[in-house]
């Protein structure tokens, strides 16, 4: 029986250093827990740019099609703001997400204990946190036609049209619904029924696929109201299903009650492959952060949690994401901080690798 595969493509700014201590699990798991992968790795981005005019290769998006999971770093910087649209470095990640048709994007907000003081809010009301968006990715306003800008009269129009289709909805809404099944069965859905037509259909559609999962708790809540209460008592959510637009934005707000972006990962996830898993890319919230790129200062756990999603998404091994979150857990409880986790009452400093070696030796007492 053949391992199961990764391609990791690292991309640019802090992207190669964060991967590098992702590295450094992987190779623990093989090593420690008898979990080998076929590891692979190839160009992105900025850096695929560099070697090859375009932001991703022919070549490489064969072989993300072709491998178990791909987990990426991150994309773009300066150096690459002035070229055309169609090569911008972001446009490669754009290219992996719409070609392996990953319509379901889940972004966790966990708030470790260690960190409840790092957030805006009050410490009791994100203590504890653990929820789960679900956005979803390959369709809605960001790509709905006709877009554009137009001459109208005498003077430019800005087009952009919020399309859905039942598929779509019901899609997304079943992974969503999956997720819950898998956590608190409570799953709240968020659009503006109450004034966009879209928003009508995703409500009915997300209903009706609501009947398959009876054991589910399903609500609907306006996503502007879902943005307040996710400020007001983000711990009422467990799992929120909503649109892409509507995703990006409650997603950010509800990355930051977390307290730091150097913390979070994601998933986006496709249709089940051959094997029953499906398509699958992960990777930190984070971005590129150029203008630490190169000092040994970013926090690779986002990167690191990233993986754990793969562990528990692509390659069913939830045991095992389990001990790899664990042992974030006890580091952080430890003390141990990077530059960007370093609050008033200090802590023990150290670098990007410095963090992965603490968290392997969380991992080998864990043993």
Known sequence: MSNPSLL???????GPEVMAEVRKIIDWFGAKRGLAFDVSEDLVGGAAYDAHGKPLHDDTMARALAVDAVLLGAVGGPKYDNLDFSVKPERGLLRLRKEMDLFSNLRPAQCFDALADFSSLKKDVVAGLDIMIVRELTSGV????????FEEGNERVGVNTQ???????????KSAFELAMRRGKKLCSMEKANVMESGILWREVVTEVAKDYPEVELSHMYADNGA???????KQFDVIVTDNLFGDLLSDCAAMLTGSLGMLPSASLGAPMANGRPKALYEPVHGSAPDIAGQAKANPIACILSFAMALRYSFDQGDEAARLEAAIQQVLADGVRTADLMGPEGGVAVTTSG????????LDASL
Do not use: K, N
């Open 355 to 362: 963090m992965g070696d603490a968290i392997i030796q969380a």
């Open 142 to 149: 960001y790509f709905g036609e006709p877009r554009g800008i």
């Open 228 to 234: 307040m209460q996710l400020v007001r008592w983000p």
């Open 163 to 173: 399309r859905y289709t039942e598929s779509e909805i019901a899609r997304v809404a």
């Open 8 to 14: 990791i493509l690292p991309g640019d700014g802090i």
